[in-house]
């Protein structure tokens, strides 16, 4: 089969041709993959092979009576290979999908399972080494009405070098087959837990700092915590910098913000501790 570099994808990789990790590769070293949809439709795509990784789109019965649909992107990796979460970090490639071919589907997100960190050589990056499913959910404006699901899914899977996928899947959501709502119901109970008074962050530092500072509050000992906290929005922000001071955890962020100010509800962020994991929303800092 012969692949292309869709106009889209191609400028996706020159913004990872930009991390620093990335920069020593030459634009021949990296390689593309292209998935066109099969005819035939299912409450789950057929699986899309590639290098290091297979790929699919499960759902679970139909849009609820508020046009809510939920599904899972269903990666299995080959060991020694990995993706990566909302945010990369210095290298790598976030998962994206659209699904706008059906007019019908208004908004379309994934969520994700709490991330792990990983440095190598010299970079760090936020993402899983294993097999993840990714949940997502599909907002349709009309319940009753078209649900086929044409979308098109990239992400990136990398061994010493990234691969960014292109793959488009076909989904006809409807079948409540067992296995497929099993897998959807397994991904979503993934996802961290909504932060917490007890559990969770606050900002300490004042608005405009060039270096925000994040406290930790945890149920016990955060000493090891991991934060994921991801730069969207026109915001650009370092690897967060664990800091202890007089027994409460810090987080030291780099902030690089946008020209105007965003209106959304704020910075995603994960916060991982030895007593499980939490997400929310830190103000635009």
Request: charged share 25%.
């Amino acid at each position: 089969m012969m692949l292309f570099v869709p106009g889209f994808v191609a400028e996706r990789c020159r913004k990872v041709q930009k991390s620093p990790a990335m920069k020593a590769l030459s634009a021949s070293a990296i390689l593309f993959a292209l998935l066109i949809a099969a005819p035939a439709r299912a409450a789950s795509s057929d699986w899309f092979e590639m290098e290091g990784a297979r790929v699919r789109l499960v759902t679970a019965g139909k849009p609820d009576a508020l046009g809510r649909l939920r599904g899972a992107l269903d990666i299995e990796l080959k060991p020694g290979w990995k993706t990566y979460w909302r945010d990369p970090g210095d290298a790598g490639v976030p998962p994206t999908i659209d699904a706008s071919a059906n007019p019908n589907i208004d908004t379309v997100a994934f969520d994700f399972p709490a991330p792990q960190r990983h440095d190598e050589s010299d970079f760090k990056w936020a993402g899983y080494d294993y097999p993840v499913a990714l949940p997502v959910t599909f907002k349709f404006k009309d319940p009753a009405g078209s649900a086929t699901i044409d979308a098109n899914v990239f992400l990136g899977v990398c061994e010493t070098i990234c691969v960014p996928v292109q793959a488009k899947l076909a989904v006809d959501p409807g079948a409540d087959d067992p296995e497929d709502v099993a897998a959807v119901s397994a991904a979503f109970a993934d996802i961290p837990p909504p932060a917490r008074p007890d559990f969770g962050l606050k900002v300490a530092s004042k608005p405009g700092d060039a270096k925000a500072l994040l406290e930790v509050t945890s149920p016990g000992d955060a000493g090891t915590a991991e934060l994921f906290l991801a730069g969207e929005d026109g915001y650009v922000l370092s690897t967060p910098d664990r800091e202890i001071r007089d027994g409460t955890t810090f987080f030291v962020v780099e902030v690089t913000r946008p020209d105007e100010a965003p209106t959304g509800p704020g910075l995603h962020y994960t916060l991982v501790t030895e007593h499980g994991a939490v997400s929310g929303f830190l103000p635009y800092l």
